[in-house]
């Protein structure tokens, strides 16, 4: 009886050591902002995957020093969210990364307007809720 609960306490503790506190790859920033222009859908995803980069009109940024009042960020597959999701001037809580979170790269028909960001790196939504 004791060495399967010193098995179990071990077998947790052990799990608990080497499980995954987050899953969202590279550094995880937080934005609240607004829709600045027209969003660009691309493409539905399916052979080739797409994205497209929504402009927002910075309210709040966590996680990074950024002077900008505007960040332009990678929204991938963006059909996957509900028709009329993404509303110019609309206010939206954004977390984003540093790193693509797939192992593949996207097609992004309007990537040049990540080059205003002047960013070293560039930023992937991860998750986007509609506040309103």
């Given at each position: 009886?004791?060495?399967?609960?010193l098995t179990t306490f071990l077998l947790i503790i052990g799990l608990n050591a080497?499980?995954?506190?987050?899953?969202?790859?590279?550094?995880k920033f937080q934005l609240t902002g607004k829709i600045k222009t027209k969003v660009q859908m691309a493409p539905h995803c399916g052979t080739i995957a797409w994205g497209t980069v929504v402009d927002f009109d910075i309210?709040?940024?966590?996680?990074?020093?950024?002077v900008k009042k505007n960040i332009g960020i990678i929204?991938?597959?963006p059909e996957f969210y509900k028709e009329k999701f993404f509303e110019r001037g609309k206010t939206y809580q954004v977390v984003f990364s540093?790193?693509?979170q797939a192992d593949f790269g996207w097609a992004i028909p309007?990537?040049?307007l990540l080059k205003k960001n002047k960013l070293?790196?560039?930023?992937?939504a991860v998750s986007i809720k509609k506040l309103y």
């Open positions: 009886m004791k060495q399967s609960l080497c499980s995954q506190k987050d899953s969202i790859r590279g550094n309210i709040d940024l966590s996680g990074m020093s950024y929204v991938t597959c540093d790193t693509n309007n990537k040049d070293s790196f560039d930023p992937y």
